[in-house]
């Protein structure tokens, strides 16, 4: 009765084997690309600011904030009197499972359309053990990294 058992648990292994192959799982393969995209964020990744934009506390009080930081949204979502506003960029480095992109967000000064920022990311999506279940990610750097940030592409300073 073990034996038939332990025969049954043998083959039920092997066919999960067969169906995670051909789904295209591989064993550490998360691991392998969550350590190649923190190698891609430590070389780039992160936000570099050019050029700040000085801006009044009143124009500071109507900024939107994403976590108690200024935020700059996409260009398609700002108002005519925001200052700033971003263009994404994203360049697939892997498609699959995992798939792995680089996100390029260029923040652009309104009022001469001058780039004065990037925030530059890495995700990895997928990659897991086949299931129903939505797959994992990993991003790098953080994105409160990111929304800091950005937040200091503004200066706020009083008119004179």
């Not at 998360?30 to 506390?57: H, M």
């Not at 949204?73 to 005519?80: D, G, I, M, Q, Y």
Request: glycine residues 10%.
């Amino acid at each position: 009765m073990l034996a038939h058992a332990h025969v049954r648990l043998s083959l039920l292994l092997l066919v999960a084997a067969m169906v995670a192959s051909c789904m295209g799982y591989v064993p550490g393969r998360q691991t392998y690309w969550d350590a190649k995209v923190r190698e891609l964020c430590a070389k780039d990744g992160g936000v570099k600011i050019f050029e700040q934009i000085v801006v009044s506390p009143s124009q500071a009080a109507r900024l939107s904030r994403v976590g108690g930081f200024f935020g700059v949204a996409p260009e398609e979502l700002t108002k005519p009197e925001d200052p700033a506003f971003t263009r994404l960029k994203q360049t697939v480095l892997r498609e699959g499972n995992p798939s792995v992109i680089r996100s390029e967000e260029e923040i652009v000064r309104r009022a001469d359309g001058r780039v004065v920022g990037v925030a530059i990311f890495y995700g990895r999506g997928g990659g897991d053990f086949p299931s129903y279940a939505h797959p994992s990610g990993f991003q790098c750097p953080e994105f409160t990294k990111i929304y800091e940030g950005i937040h200091n592409v503004y200066r706020v300073e009083e008119t004179r």
